[in-house]
């Protein structure tokens, strides 16, 4: 029987090394980048601003090539987290950063993805500073959240205020984001890891005065292992609803859409670990003539890294961001036209 395999030991290691390496290449190339696919892929009703889009936005017609060395979901997302808190692009826009009024340690409230508004109140602080100033909107995760749920409830008044939006791998739906994050071993290591920043947030505000700071059990909130149970410990409670699944009804966005009535172009990966191409609303946003989503194959929760090595070049949602944006601003394109 060993004498079956002799030949394979008188074979050059080299050669096996270069056959691991082809393997490698064909596997990116067919299963990561997917290049015998429609990728990235664009979903949009047909109508002024899907060819808007397509005419002035090159990105959507090109493929996204994640980094070689990390196309993982769970590692783009954490080690793009990593290098963009220590090595961020220059930005070449006036910007202004909406900083939580819990922030500061002097407002006893913390903060959901139901509720705008703090985001309504400096919307309407900036164009009254501003008036004549376009102004556009982006939101990552759970400020895409945030500001989807604000277009939906301000819609056509949302025309007068902002010229836009861009969303960054937003948990449309947050019963399926939760699901997801606690189905298997590594998603919910990223969900104990988020709630044990909630918690550390909400312990250091709530002892920053010596009375306490909210009117809460804060033992039982500081138990907390997973999104979930820090939601219906704290976060229903302080926002008034009845349970956990009020609140995630309220926030989850998938269901308004039609509601909006400025441009919204949206950017998720089929592989986030937070919400999943099955849980991206496909169906529901190719019927809406105002929103956008673009759909890459890998990409991971705001990960998006792409080239060899990822900090030298802008990335691909920052090419977006720029693509978009500057279309959107220079060409006066209007949506309701």
């Known amino acids: 029987m060993l004498n079956l395999f002799e030949p394979l030991f008188d074979i050059p290691t080299a050669y096996y090394g270069a056959l691991l390496g082809v393997g490698f290449c064909v596997y990116y190339l067919f299963e990561v980048v997917k290049v015998s696919n429609k990728t990235p892929m664009l979903v949009c009703a047909n109508g002024p601003f899907r060819s808007f889009l397509e005419e002035h936005v090159p990105l959507v017609r090109n493929k996204f090539w994640p980094t070689l060395w990390c196309f993982e979901s769970r590692a783009q997302t954490i080690i793009a987290s990593i290098l963009r808190s220590r090595i961020l692009p220059p930005i070449h826009y006036r910007r202004l950063n909406l900083i939580e009024r819990s922030y500061n340690f002097q407002t006893p409230r913390m903060y959901c993805a139901a509720n705008s508004d703090d985001l309504s109140e400096v919307i309407e602080y900036v164009k009254k500073i501003y008036p004549h100033v376009p102004l556009a909107a982006t939101g990552i995760s759970m400020g895409g959240l945030i500001l989807g749920n604000y277009l939906a409830q301000q819609g056509v008044m949302a025309r007068g205020k902002l010229k836009g939006g861009f969303l960054i791998s937003v948990p449309w739906n947050v019963f399926a984001a939760t699901k997801n994050t606690e189905e298997n071993y590594f998603n919910l290591m990223l969900n104990k890891y988020l709630a044990s920043t909630l918690r550390k947030n909400l312990q250091r505000l709530h002892y920053s005065s010596e009375t306490g700071m909210f009117d809460v059990d804060i033992d039982t909130i500081l ?61 529901e946003i190719s019927e809406t003539k105002n929103v956008a989503v673009v759909v890459t194959s890998r990409g991971g929760h705001i990960g998006f890294m792409e080239g060899m090595w990822p900090v030298k070049e802008e990335q691909y949602m920052g090419k977006l961001f720029s693509q978009f944006f500057a279309a959107l601003f220079t060409t006066g394109f209007d949506c309701q036209m």
């Open 223 to 283: 138990k907390s292992q997973t999104l979930r149970e820090f939601d219906s410990h704290f976060t229903v409670k302080q926002f008034g609803y009845k349970d956990v699944e009020e609140y995630y009804s309220n926030a989850t966005i998938h269901d308004k859409l039609h509601l909006i009535d400025v441009p919204l172009l949206c950017l998720s990966a089929a592989d986030d670990p937070f919400q999943p191409l099955q849980a991206i609303p496909v169906k």
